[in-house]
């Protein structure tokens, strides 16, 4: 079971920076894509930034390219999504997901419906 937890969300004040965690239970996510999505009301889930299961491949949505930097820390089994130079419109809940390498062999890009495993969402809002 498959089991995906979201940390590090909150509220900061525009420019500021925040890391989100996600943590994994039940698996080794050496072995899964990883993805952060994010949605705000009324809109459809986002994909931000996908890492492959190698980590030597990584997808950004053009708003967050060069703001943002996805990684894994496979020692601890966490991927993160580091997030400087925060804007407004960056507020929104952020999704953590996963999909193991046998469902999906190989990532090209960062499309939610390739994802079999969400977790539960943290809130990041970026506001004065």
């Known amino acids: 079971q498959v089991q995906l937890v979201e940390s590090g969300g909150g509220l900061v004040q525009p420019g500021g920076s925040l890391r989100l965690s996600c943590a994994a239970s039940?698996?080794?996510?050496?072995?899964?894509?990883v993805g952060w999505f994010r949605q705000t009301p009324g809109k459809e889930r986002e994909g931000v930034s996908c890492?492959?299961?190698?980590?030597?491949?990584?997808t950004y949505v053009d708003a967050v390219k060069g703001r943002f930097t996805i990684s894994r820390d496979k020692a601890k089994n966490i991927v993160y999504l580091e997030m400087n130079s925060l804007k407004p419109e960056d507020t929104a809940e952020y999704y953590c997901a996963a999909v193991s390498i046998g469902t999906v062999a190989s990532m090209r890009g960062c499309p939610a419906p390739y994802f079999t495993h969400w977790g539960q969402g943290t809130q990041v809002t970026v506001s004065s």
């Open positions: 890492i492959n299961s190698y980590g030597d491949s990584t």
């Open positions: 039940g698996v080794s996510l050496d072995f899964y894509h």
